[in-house]
């Protein structure tokens, strides 16, 4: 019912932005809450930025004060806008909808890499 597509990953520098988008389809976007997620070989997929249909935000500390998650609603859109970015964030970065955290969709991700 939800389809998820992941845009704007690529390489960038040490200390480099990026901004990845996340176009969703299906009914009711607005209600929904976003996540972004990622995961380099070997680790397990953490989560680092989500913003609940209210717009209230999260991220854990890794990311805390250099990525910001936004959402607009008219566009069926998120967005993850990554500041500094550090050899770390490499890995494939995922978009997560869900609804009152059940009915959970996944985007096919796409590849981050931060390197000199």
């Known amino acids: 019912q939800v389809q998820l597509v992941e845009s704007g990953g690529g390489l960038v520098q040490p200390g480099g932005s990026l901004r990845l988008s996340c176009a969703s389809s299906?009914?009711?976007?607005?209600?929904?809450?976003m996540a972004w997620y990622r995961q380099a070989p070997g680790n397990q997929r953490e989560f680092i930025a989500g913003?609940?249909?209210?717009?209230?935000?999260n991220y854990p500390d890794s990311v805390k004060g250099r990525f910001t998650t936004s959402r607009d609603n008219a566009k069926n859109t998120v967005y993850l806008q990554m500041n500094s970015l550090k050899p770390e964030d490499t890995g494939v970065y995922y978009c997560?909808?869900?609804?009152?955290?059940?009915?959970?969709?996944w985007g096919q991700g796409t590849q981050v890499t931060v390197s000199s």
């Open positions: 997560r909808s869900d609804y009152l955290g059940s009915d959970i969709y």
């Open positions: 299906g009914g009711g976007f607005y209600l929904r809450n």
């Open positions: 913003i609940s249909s209210v717009n209230v935000e």
